[in-house]
């Protein structure tokens, strides 16, 4: 990515990136027979897709400053390891951070119950079902997001049974018969979340994926048909 380059597009260069890597690893995982622990990492992907989107809205100076702030938090986790271990880094690079620090500090700042309190995560005060409202998404949190959270945070009821068989060499939650409809919904999210990034993308950057989003779109189709 140029360094001229607008914060927004290096914004959505590094979301991208990090769409493909859970779009393979999701792929891999379903490739394997481990479904739901590819549904954890798709929950991954779906909370990288509300960021994506409400950070590239249509509002120029909103995309910009929410941009700056995704990016600028790299400062701020920077500043938290000097402060631990100030040996360990030069004169020079404390002094560019904190030249850098200085320009986006005020973005971690905002008023709770009157009071100005400094941000924990680098969206606060907005959560990540406020940034899938504003980006017209809620359905995909409510339906999708929200409803893998009983994946993502297992319940030992149900996972020790599997797991005190020894058969580990895969998903210990794995039912191939009960589990066939969570792979191809598995598959078929997976494809399409990562298909709506790669559109925008071809948006933002005219990149040459018309084929590519063509593919897309029949394995789509051919997995709706099978599922």
Not at 40 to 64: A, G, P, Q, T, Y
Not at 69 to 83: F, V
Not at 111 to 135: C, D, F, Q, T
Request: overall charge neutral; hydrophobic content about 40%; proline content about 3%.
């Amino acid at each position: 990515m140029h360094a001229r380059s607008k914060p927004f597009e290096k914004c959505a260069a590094i979301l991208f990136g990090e769409a493909y890597g859970r779009f393979l690893s999701i792929k891999m995982l379903c490739e394997e027979g481990m479904v739901r622990c590819a549904l954890i990492i798709l929950r991954s992907l779906m909370n990288l897709f509300f960021i994506f989107h409400w950070i590239i809205c249509e509002d120029v100076e909103k995309r910009d400053e929410r941009s700056r702030r995704y990016l600028g938090w790299a400062w701020k986790m920077w500043q938290n390891l000097i402060n631990e271990a100030a040996d360990n880094y030069d004169k020079e690079f404390i002094e560019e951070l904190k030249n850098n620090l200085a320009e986006v500090d005020h973005l971690y700042k905002f008023r709770k119950k009157g009071k100005l309190v400094e941000a924990k995560h680098w969206h606060e005060p907005i959560s990540i079902y406020k940034m899938a409202k504003n980006a017209g998404l809620s359905e995909h949190y409510e339906q999708g997001y929200k409803a893998l959270s009983w994946i993502d945070h297992l319940d030992p009821i149900a996972t020790l049974p599997r797991a005190q068989t020894g058969i580990l060499k895969f998903d210990p939650d794995y039912d191939p018969d009960s589990d066939k409809q969570y792979f191809f919904q598995a598959i078929l999210l997976n494809l399409s979340y990562f298909r709506n990034i790669c559109q925008s993308m071809t948006e933002i950057f005219n990149l040459p994926m018309k084929n590519d989003l063509v593919k897309f779109a029949d394995l789509i189709k051919n997995f709706e048909k099978r599922s």
